[in-house]
């Protein structure tokens, strides 16, 4: 009997010393974000980059602001280990067709060499349509746009499987325009190198 009241009680008193779980909330380039953290009945909202939780088991929840250098030395293994933010480019298109504008041309070198600088990583080309023509027409073309750049990438050595097109005609526009009305800006790819 002496024996379980002694564990139990070395149990509850290390169990006290257990460590936290930390809740960070990271600066979002160019966007505000937050986090609600939920525990042993309380809540609270992280709202501010830097901003840490603490949540001790059967304790309150501790909330702190902390300093960028203290979260790159105390977390530098797990952010070496994040995946590069997303790079997206669009290129242009001369009307009716998958010919590249000039001035999309020469981005292409730039656009491969970021790609391949991501080995591993996926393509998604995302081919666009002004309003000009007939809606089945224009998901036909978007998707031709989308594949021709696809097509080139796997041409410059890419792995296909790495590397999807797909069309979204003229629903998504840059410039809204109505109906039948050129707009160089909607005839584009946009490629997201991830």
């Known amino acids: 009997m002496k024996l379980t009241a002694a564990l139990s009680l070395l149990l509850a008193l290390l169990a006290g010393c257990a460590p936290a779980t930390r809740v960070v909330l990271l600066p979002q380039e160019g966007r505000q974000s937050a986090v609600v953290v939920e525990a042993g009945g309380a809540t609270t909202t992280l709202a501010q980059p830097y901003t840490e939780a603490l949540v001790y088991p059967r304790q309150p929840l501790e909330v702190d602001q902390i300093s960028p250098e203290k979260v790159q030395t105390r977390y530098r293994e797990l952010l070496a280990a994040q995946p590069a933010p997303e790079e997206k480019f669009t290129l242009y298109f001369e009307t009716g067709g998958a010919q590249?504008?000039?001035?999309?041309m020469a981005q292409l070198a730039d656009l491969i060499s970021r790609a391949r600088a991501r080995p591993g990583g996926e393509i998604?080309?995302?081919?666009?349509t002004d309003s000009v023509g007939a809606g089945?027409?224009?998901?036909?073309?978007s998707l031709q746009r989308a594949s021709a750049i696809r097509d080139l990438l796997v041409a410059r050595g890419f792995d296909a499987s790495r590397v999807d097109a797909v069309g979204r005609g003229e629903r998504?526009?840059?410039v809204v325009t109505p109906d039948n009305t050129p707009e160089p800006r909607n005839r584009r790819a946009e490629i997201?190198?991830?």
Do not use: C, F, M
């Open 100 to 104: 590249l504008t000039p001035e999309s």
């Open 124 to 128: 998604i080309v995302t081919g666009h």
């Open 136 to 141: 089945p027409a224009n998901d036909q073309l």
């Open 172 to 174: 998504e526009p840059i």
């Open 192 to 194: 997201t190198i991830r």
